[in-house]
């Protein structure tokens, strides 16, 4: 990995006013067992989106797995490159700030049906640094068209992680803060659509707002014990 600049002495993410549990686990096929998390705040507008939902775990010496699944039979999916703006497509995205207790940096993962994939970390949407392609490609990002729906899943290594922000605990009580959505800015009017998974409450479309993010709370997978 290319060694990137650790961000400590800034001040902390505010907390959220929605919780949700993260299960860690010790082996990869565990992630299929942890809860689902569902997108229904619609916001700017918005007054339907296809049935979108996740999961997120954090695999134990390993790092984070996230997926994501949208029952939309014909996403818009222009974009085919690393890096591109994906959310001009019909996609779906996880924002995770993996360090709330000691930093505002967080990284976004943005992602369509073709499996372009826009990767980037910083400490608010005008303090953005893109991953390099080979840094995205490890965090091996797949996207699956199925009949009525289309997944997106990633691996964001602890490694890589933690030389971007610095140690990460993976331990039972630990917060991250995080958020998820489903987007589409591009195609008609219709097409457009905005919707998060903890509320975000400012005026105009902005997903870049860290003081929204939900309370992500670490939680030992119930069948190692508690």
């Known amino acids: 990995f290319l060694k990137m600049q650790c961000y400590t002495e800034i001040s902390l993410i505010t907390w959220g006013n929605t919780y949700m549990n ?13 809860e689902t998390f569902e997108i229904t705040h619609l916001l700017w507008g918005t007054k339907a989106i296809p049935k979108t939902y996740g999961k997120i775990a954090c695999w ?3 790092g984070f797995l ?16 690393m890096n591109d703006p994906v959310s001009l497509d019909s996609g779906m995205e996880a924002f995770l700030s993996l360090w709330a207790d000691r930093t505002q940096l967080y990284v976004n993962v943005e992602m369509n049906a073709n499996g372009a994939t826009l990767m980037q970390y910083g400490t608010g949407r005008a303090d953005r640094t893109f991953f390099t392609e080979e840094q995205i490609r490890i965090c091996q990002p797949q996207a699956v068209i ?6 997106i899943s990633s691996f964001l290594p602890l490694e890589l992680l933690e030389e971007i922000g610095g140690t990460i605990p993976q331990t039972s009580g630990t917060k991250i803060a995080c958020n998820f959505y489903k987007v589409c800015e591009g195609g008609n009017a219709e097409q ?16 870049h707002r860290p003081e929204f993010f939900s309370t992500g709370i670490l939680k030992n997978n119930l069948t190692q014990g508690e």
Do not use: G
């Open 146 to 151: 199925e009949e009525n729906r289309w997944k």
């Open 192 to 207: 457009i659509h905005y919707a998060s998974y903890a509320p975000v409450d400012v005026p105009k479309p902005d997903f």
């Open 66 to 81: 996230v997926e994501m699944t949208c029952e939309e039979a014909d996403p818009l999916r222009t974009y085919t490159k």
């Open 22 to 34: 993260i299960k860690i686990i010790n082996e990869k096929d565990q992630f299929a067992q942890c």
């Open 60 to 62: 134990k010496d390993h």
